[in-house]
């Protein structure tokens, strides 16, 4: 069975934000909006400090917390594992957003624009159905699932991969099917020390972050996750 998965390489993340740009420019999210961050984290005293930028989003976890909170089953779960909000139930109760120990959700009451007025592009891509609804990353499910109905592979076909893997100037993302070990973030999970967010809660988030376990400020970075 197909489980799609995402790994960030630490050791290769530069804090640059363009994964940042580039799932705003696909998903159009209104101003104070962003489906993907990259904390910029400081660690120890000096001289003895580190930094590490870590890209985050919505986990798409096993278990969804999320999910499990929903009156409405607006939020449901693949059978490929990606996480998803039905815009036409959701009542905005926003009871997921607090649920989410990623703070990955957000809910927009109102249209907002960059300068107020809409400009051109900004009407052209404004979606009044994420108004008054919980939004969040969806690993670019429309891409996906037009990419693999033309036979393309997600993780390996840009036109089947999230835009964010795709931007990604350092080639810190990687993104395919978990369960294939031949897939690229199969092999990037085996063969790296890796770690996923706030795994005590037993939720199963597929986002892997790798490290480099030889590195005397790793377990500086481990603690922080």
């Known amino acids: 069975m197909t489980r799609y998965a995402m790994a960030v390489d630490l050791n290769r ?36 400090v580190a930094r590490v930028f870590v890209p985050t989003a919505c986990q798409h976890c096993d278990d969804p917390p999320c999910m499990d909170v929903c009156p409405t089953q607006a939020t449901k779960k693949r059978p ?24 990955a959700r957000t809910k927009v009451t109102k ?36 990419g693999t109905a033309k036979g393309l592979t997600p993780g390996v076909d840009p036109d089947a991969t999230p835009a964010c893997v795709n931007s990604c100037i350092a080639k810190a993302l990687t993104f395919g099917d978990i369960d294939d070990p031949q897939s690229d973030v199969s092999k990037a999970v085996a063969g790296n020390a890796h770690f996923r967010m706030h795994e005590e809660l037993r939720i199963g988030p597929r986002v892997y972050y790798l490290y480099d376990a030889t590195r005397e400020d790793t377990p500086i970075v481990e603690e922080a996750m």
């Open 13 to 48: 993340c530069v804090g640059c934000q363009t994964c940042t740009a580039a799932c705003k420019h696909a998903n159009a999210t209104p101003p104070g909006v962003q489906w993907r961050r990259v904390l910029d984290l400081e660690f120890g005293t000096y001289p003895d």
């Open 111 to 146: 249209p907002a624009f960059a300068y107020g007025t809409p400009m051109q592009n900004e009407a052209k891509r404004f979606d009044d159905a994420r108004i008054g609804v919980a939004t969040k990353c969806t690993f670019c499910v429309e891409r996906i699932d037009d």
């Open 80 to 103: 490929d594992g990606i996480v998803t909000i039905d815009y036409d139930v959701c009542i905005g109760c926003a009871y997921c957003v607090v649920a989410c120990p990623y703070d």
